[in-house]
């Protein structure tokens, strides 16, 4: 069990966080809008913590919008029928084994606009993450992800942490290759290299032992 949830949520959730960093790093005009919510509704004294969230709509635009465009599981698990049944029309055999292709669904130019722009505005208006079944990047169901509401605590944590401590910057003038590698989870091509130091304004909280 404990093997099963380390190997399910490791690569899944620090994937995640390595792409939402990319994207920020490639769209420094949400960077900068993501620093001035957690300025705005946490201020300098204090670390963000999970009660937070609600109040960081703008950060959880952009884990969305992360998962949308790279999500960890991107054809989500096999699934088998267990009894024959009909969906959308198409008749379903019982036994038949189903993939779903997440990724082209939360990536089809008809149900998004400009999918393949960096929008984590286009969420903030949304009526919960289901909306439609257009975003489903943990499934649904009774086999979907378990670590859902972990997962979105830890990488909303950390990413709003680093956000929050921390300027960001590309190691030269060319963009982040957003290239993907091979892998069961959607890696980077490329591990993500990036600069950062400590923002003068949380010197003082960093600095506490
Ligand atoms: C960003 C992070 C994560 C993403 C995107 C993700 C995504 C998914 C997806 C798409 C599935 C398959 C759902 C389906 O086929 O309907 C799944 C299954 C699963 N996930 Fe996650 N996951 C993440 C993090 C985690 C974490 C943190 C844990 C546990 C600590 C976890 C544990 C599991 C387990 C045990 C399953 C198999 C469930 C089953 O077969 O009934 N995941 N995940």
Known sequence: MIQVMLSAGTETSAGTMEWALSLLLNNPEALAKAQTEIDIEIGQSRLI??????????LHGIINETL???PADPMLVPHESS????????????????????WAIQ???RLWSQPERFKPERFLNVQG?????????????????PG???????????LG??????????????MVDMSEGAGLTMPKAHPLLAKCRPRPKMLALLSQP
């Open 129 to 145: 993450e289901r909306d439609g079944f257009m975003l489903l990047p943990f499934g649904t169901g009774r086999r979907g992800c």
């Open 107 to 109: 990536n089809n130019p």
């Open 68 to 70: 949308r465009m790279y």
């Open 83 to 102: 009894e024959e049944c009909t969906v959308g029309g198409y008749h379903v055999p019982r036994g038949t084994m189903l993939l779903v292709n997440m």
């Open 161 to 174: 942490s680093l956000v929050q401590c921390f300027e960001w910057e590309r190691i030269g003038e060319e």
């Open 49 to 58: 913590e999970e009660a937070d969230f609600a109040r960081l709509p703008y």
């Open 148 to 158: 859902e509401g972990l997962a979105i605590r830890m990488v909303g944590l950390a």
